[in-house]
């Protein structure tokens, strides 16, 4: 008999028991469809990841004042002396190694445009600023430095803030008000696209340092001169490790800590930081993958019960076969195949699932979708494995049926 | 030469520790379109012969030839075959598949043939127009009586051709008149060349046969030809 004929008479056996059928594949439609949403869902977010650290800026260091943040109790943050704008000089003009650093204060506040607002974080900044963290310009001009220089009521916006308030266009030269003072709009950024999870990056306006300073952050929290963080970015990112401890002995001297005193402020390589995540992430991952695999073996055994279920309920079936003429063979492939077509539209229909999971999930987060073809493929390959697996066990026990005792049979 | 040639068939069962023997010794010989039945005592080895004869199992000494060939010690691919090939069964309980129709049931020997789709129709389709159910191919066996679903078994039996046509009590789950079609439908395929072995209680059945074989405790113990066939039919 052909392969064509054994798939025929399998797909109709599993037609006659449709629901049986259906339920059976569901296990390994389950199994197929999570490590596939598992694995592609993992390509998509470490690309994403890929594209943060790029639009982070790479070999950026963010120093901030306070000994531990990002978790965790903020130590000595307020009794401590504070970062400064003279820091930040200070380590430019000392640290040969980096390129750019940057003063930024930040807050959040009302940016009104007619009757459209909308809240968003306020940067106030500073020249390198832009360069440190890899921003571009989408349209206008960056600050110039008499406008740093006098606090000029000029602003910056990000790619989210001209979509919220003005759609799209050109923006330039437009007045807003940012908490109630007017601005004039000298150009826009270019998008960096969500990143940190919910902090979407683009979400915001920057204005020179000073203007913020005065005017927007508000005196009442800073001092005049003081500085929430120093981005420093560093040509040579081998270097990164030793501009660390540069930076250190730097701030250490100028914030006269003595030898065995705490530092009062700490620095993060944000590239590290989100590789940390993208690894815990990555194990996340795999766990999930491994317990998916798990259903497939699951689904695999359900798979087998089922087939024994059907040899014993069609023993006739199969002593009739066996009087007009199939052989051991013929009957060992008819049951094998039926578990192999389980297992195989059991496998497509889970690739399905799985890429309709992945589209959604990519969607909603904003990520790319990247099928891994590769293991698509490989779930194909294993669910026909599978089948193969546990069905031959079942369909060796259909085949070794003694003709005369099949037929005699209830 | 005979077709079917017994020789000192022997065949035990083995019960707990008691051994059965189902046949005790049986020696006979069918010849090319005999219409032989089978009767005999309930246990008395009628179906054990019929299996044997049968290819559907092998005795546990003497032999069994049919068509000059000696069956009763080939590997059971090679008794498929022969199943194939050159005999057809009707069951008691005609051994129907269920929601399959009754085109596809008789085709289902062409297809361990290895016969193409197109073919298996074809022959499927005037295996039905010979037992008169030309228009039923595509019922299932629910929807048809006892007896038609019992002439679709017959015409599975035809549709390849064989030589030896073995049933055991065909007629045993039909009531007289619908046995009575059935007989009538044998006797006709032996009439035009088909060698018929029926197992049967009912006298009235075995009337239709010219040869009539008599089982007890696994031996034949009569074997009477009819010369003048029973007109009260
Ligand atoms: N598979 C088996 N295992 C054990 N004993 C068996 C088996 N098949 C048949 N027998 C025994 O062999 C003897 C002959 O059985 P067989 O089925 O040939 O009788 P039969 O003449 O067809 O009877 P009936 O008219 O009731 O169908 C009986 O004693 C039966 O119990
Ligand atoms: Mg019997």
């Not at chain 1, 790619?159 to 601005?183: D, M, S, W, Y």
């Not at chain 1, 024994?308 to 199969?318: A, G, K």
């Not at chain 1, 799985?354 to 589209?359: D, F, N, Q, R, S």
């Not at chain 2, 068509?67 to 050159?86: F, H, I, P, W, Y």
Request: negative net charge; aromatic residues 6%; charged residues 20%.
């Amino acid at each position: 008999m052909s392969l064509f004929e054994l798939v025929r008479v399998s797909f109709d056996a599993l037609r006659v028991n449709l629901l049986r059928s259906v339920l059976t594949m569901l296990g390994i439609v389950i199994g197929v469809a999570a490590v596939i949403a598992m694995v592609t869902v993992g390509a998509g977010a470490q690309a994403e990841v890929d594209r943060q650290i790029e639009a982070l800026g790479s070999n950026v260091l963010m120093i901030r004042s306070g000994s531990r943040w990002f978790g965790g109790a903020r130590t000595a943050a307020g009794s401590a002396q504070s970062l400064t704008v003279e820091d930040t000089r200070a380590l430019k003009a000392e640290i040969p190694e980096i390129a750019a650093a940057a003063s930024a204060n930040r807050g959040s506040g009302q940016v009104v445009v007619g009757n459209m607002n909308w809240s968003t974080t306020i940067y106030g900044i500073d020249a390198d600023y832009m360069i440190a963290r890899n921003w571009e310009l989408a349209q206008g001009r960056e600050f110039e430095p008499a406008e740093f220089r006098n606090g000029a009521k000029v602003a910056l916006l990000g790619n989210t803030v001209v979509e919220e308030l003005f759609g799209a266009g050109n923006v330039v030269g437009q007045a807003i008000r940012i908490k109630n003072v007017p601005f004039t709009v000298v150009g826009a950024l270019k998008a960096k696209g969500q990143s940190f999870g919910p902090w979407d990056q683009d979400d915001t306006v920057m204005v020179p340092f000073k203007t913020a300073e005065g005017r927007l952050l508000g005196k009442s929290t800073h001092r005049t001169g003081s500085v929430r963080d120093i981005y420093v970015s560093v040509g040579d990112a081998d270097a990164m490790d030793l501009v660390e401890l540069d930076i250190t002995e730097v701030l250490r001297q100028r914030h006269r800590i003595g030898p065995g005193e705490q530092d009062t402020f700490s620095i993060r390589n944000m590239t590290e930081m989100v590789e940390a995540r993208v690894e815990a992430r990555q194990i996340f991952n795999m766990l999930l993958a491994a317990v998916a695999s798990v259903s497939l073996v699951v689904g695999g055994i359900g798979i087998m019960n089922i087939m024994l279920v059907s040899v014993t309920e069609r023993t006739r079936e199969i002593g009739l076969r066996m009087a007009v003429g199939a052989k051991e063979r013929d009957i060992m492939l008819q049951f094998l195949v039926e578990a192999v077509t389980l297992c195989l539209l059991g496998g497509l229909i889970g690739i399905v699932v799985a890429l309709t999971i992945t589209v959604g999930v990519a969607e909603i987060a904003g990520w790319p979708v990247l099928v891994q073809w590769p293991i698509v493929i490989i779930a194909i390959a294993f669910s026909a494995a599978i089948g193969i697996f546990f069905g031959f066990y079942p369909a060796r026990k259909a085949a070794a049926k003694d003709p005369i005792e099949a037929l005699r049979s209830e | 030469m005979a077709f079917l040639r017994c020789h000192d068939v022997h065949k035990d069962y083995l019960v707990g520790t008691e051994t059965v023997r189902a046949l005790d010794g049986v020696s006979v010989a069918i010849d090319r379109g005999e219409f032989v039945s089978v009767m005999g005592p309930s246990g008395s080895g009628k179906s054990t012969f019929m299996n044997l004869v049968g290819c559907l199992d092998r005795p546990n000494s003497g032999s069994i030839e049919l068509d000059g060939e000696r069956v009763s010690d080939l590997t059971s691919d090679s008794l498929a075959s022969v199943r194939n090939q050159k005999i057809g069964f009707v069951f008691q309980q005609f051994n129907l598949l269920g929601r399959t129709s009754a085109l596809d049931n008789v085709a289902l020997p062409l297809l361990y043939a290895g016969v193409d789709r197109g073919e298996r129709t074809t022959r499927a389709d005037e295996a039905l127009a010979r037992v008169g159910l030309a228009d039923r191919a595509q019922h299932v066996p629910a929807q048809l009586s006892g007896g038609q679903q019992q002439r679709v078994a017959i015409a599975r039996a035809l549709v390849n051709s064989p030589d030896m046509l073995l049933a055991d009590e065909p007629t045993g789950a039909l009531d007289t008149a619908t046995g009575q079609e059935i007989m009538r439908l044998f006797q006709a395929l032996n009439e035009a060349g088909l060698t018929v072995i029926v197992v049967t209680h009912e006298a009235e059945v075995a009337d239709y046969a010219r040869r009539i074989l008599r089982f007890r405790d696994g031996l034949i113990t009569s074997d009477t030809l009819d010369e003048v066939r029973n007109v009260a039919v």
